[in-house]
Structures are given as structure tokens and as C-alpha cells.
């Protein structure tokens, strides 16, 4: 009974890391997609910007600057967000193993006795 116990724990284990895999790599995926979007918006705006004269140029490049500005602080951002999840998905995946191990007699400290 404690091996099938150990296995479905593993088991649990397993498919909770995946899981996280999976939320992070999406959210990596989101964070970069958004950050290319941006840089290119920005790239467009110099490009724009180049064949401008004088004050046009000078604005239309300072709006290029401040969009490269908005897209790392959204890139910076999404990886606050990355973390946060990262640490809730881990969180929830202790909690299940505890809960696991605590349903087959396999805790730590709050073992009750029969």
C-alpha cells in the first residue's frame, strides 16, 4: 500500500511539474510576443521618423523612445507576473504532495496515531 501510495505521490509530482512547464513557457511566450510587438511599433516610428524634417522628426523620435521605454516596462512586467505565478503554481504543488503524503500515513510532524 505505501509503494502505491510513493508512486501516486511521484505521479502527482510529475504531472504538477508539468503543469508549471507548461504555465511558463506560455507566459514566456506572451511576454516575448509582446515585447517584439512593441519594438517593432517603435522601429516603425523611427522609420517614419527618418524621412521627417527637423521638429517632426525630433517628435516622432522621441515617441519611438518612449514606446521602447513602455514595451521594456511591460516585458518587465510580465515577468513580475511570471514569477508570481511560478511561486503559486510550486505552492500548489506542495500542498497537494503534502496532501498526498498526509492521506497515506506519509507526513512529517502532524502524523496522527491509530
Not at 518587465?76 to 510550486?90: D, M, P, S
Request: aromatic residues 0%; glycine residues 16%.
Amino acid at each position: 500500500m505505501a509503494d502505491q501510495g510513493q508512486f501516486k505521490a511521484g505521479e502527482a509530482k510529475a504531472h504538477t511539474q508539468e503543469k508549471t512547464g507548461q504555465v511558463m513557457e506560455k507566459g514566456s511566450d506572451t511576454a516575448q510576443a509582446a515585447k517584439d510587438k512593441a519594438g517593432s511599433g517603435a522601429q516603425t516610428v523611427r522609420d517614419k521618423a527618418s524621412g521627417a524634417p527637423g521638429a517632426a522628426k525630433d517628435k516622432a523620435s522621441g515617441a519611438a523612445e518612449s514606446a521602447q521605454e513602455t514595451a521594456h516596462e511591460g516585458k518587465e512586467r510580465a515577468g513580475g507576473i511570471l514569477q508570481q505565478t511560478g511561486e503559486q503554481v510550486k505552492s500548489m504543488a506542495q500542498g497537494a504532495a503534502d496532501a498526498v503524503k498526509s492521506t497515506l500515513g506519509m507526513g512529517g510532524g502532524d502524523k496522527e496515531k491509530h
